[in-house]
Structures are given as structure tokens and as C-alpha cells.
């Protein structure tokens, strides 16, 4: 089914390993927070939403990467996530993923497609 790709940031304010977008998605039965991060060139999206308690990952907002610029780390309990699959390699929820997101980056835009496969 086609949905309404959404407009969630320019190009420029997403650099590799700094700062994060975030923005809200529509998923089945609510309004879920969610983010866009730059590693490796490429633009990656999840949900905002830790895999060891369904908690926001970013210590401050905008803040998801960890000191060394490159991963993800949860503010929490600091699980320690890949940012371009978004699989925990380290922390209690080891080998689970963040829920990725499917984005596209066009003309110096980062768009969300609002696509749910389940
Ligand atoms: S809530 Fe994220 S590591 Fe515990």
C-alpha cells in the first residue's frame, strides 16, 4: 500500500555521528516517537523506543550516538546499538534490534516512507 512519504529533515542537519532528528511515525494504535541518524554516509531511521525497556534512547534530545561517535547508545542503561541495523551488540538486550524505519534521502531531503509491513 502507498503512503505518504513525510518530510522529517534537510540533509545538511544529519552529519555522521552527531546529532539525530527526531520525529513522531503513526504505527497500529499510536503516535510512537522515532529518530534519523547519519553513520557511514548513509541516513538510518528507528523507532525511538529501547529493546530492554520501551524507553527513549537519546540522554539528551537529538543525542542517540555515544562518545566515540559510533553507536547508538540507549540513555538508560546504556545497551549499546549499531547505528546502520540498529542490532544491540552490547547491554541487557543483547542481539535484539531497534525497530528500523525505511527513509530516503532525495535532493538534499531525508524523507520517512511510512511503510508497515506487519
Ligand atoms: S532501557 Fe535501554 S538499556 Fe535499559
Given at each position: 500500500?502507498?503512503?505518504?512519504?513525510?518530510?522529517?529533515?534537510?540533509?545538511?542537519?544529519?552529519?555522521?555521528?552527531?546529532?539525530?532528528?527526531?520525529?513522531?511515525?503513526?504505527?497500529?494504535?499510536?503516535?510512537?516517537?522515532?529518530?534519523?541518524?547519519?553513520?557511514?554516509?548513509?541516513?538510518?531511521?528507528?523507532?525511538?523506543r529501547c529493546r530492554h525497556v520501551p524507553t527513549?534512547l537519546?540522554?539528551?534530545?537529538?543525542?542517540?550516538?555515544?562518545?566515540?561517535?559510533?553507536?547508538l547508545i540507549c540513555?538508560l542503561h546504556g545497551a549499546l546499538y549499531l547505528?546502520?541495523?540498529g542490532q544491540c551488540i552490547a547491554g541487557p538486550c543483547y542481539g535484539r534490534s531497534l525497530f528500523?524505519?525505511?527513509?530516503?534521502?532525495?535532493?538534499?531531503?531525508?524523507?520517512?516512507?511510512?511503510?508497515?509491513?506487519?
Amino acid at each position: 500500500m502507498a503512503a505518504q512519504r513525510q518530510l522529517i529533515a534537510r540533509s545538511e542537519q544529519l552529519q555522521d555521528g552527531g546529532r539525530g532528528v527526531r520525529f513522531e511515525v503513526q504505527i497500529p494504535g499510536e503516535t510512537a516517537p522515532a529518530f534519523a541518524i547519519r553513520s557511514g554516509g548513509a541516513v538510518h531511521a528507528y523507532l525511538n523506543r529501547c529493546r530492554h525497556v520501551p524507553t527513549e534512547l537519546d540522554w539528551q534530545d537529538g543525542r542517540f550516538f555515544d562518545s566515540s561517535g559510533q553507536y547508538l547508545i540507549c540513555s538508560l542503561h546504556g545497551a549499546l546499538y549499531l547505528p546502520d541495523s540498529g542490532q544491540c551488540i552490547a547491554g541487557p538486550c543483547y542481539g535484539r534490534s531497534l525497530f528500523k524505519l525505511q527513509v530516503e534521502e532525495i535532493d538534499g531531503q531525508v524523507y520517512y516512507l511510512p511503510v508497515m509491513d506487519k
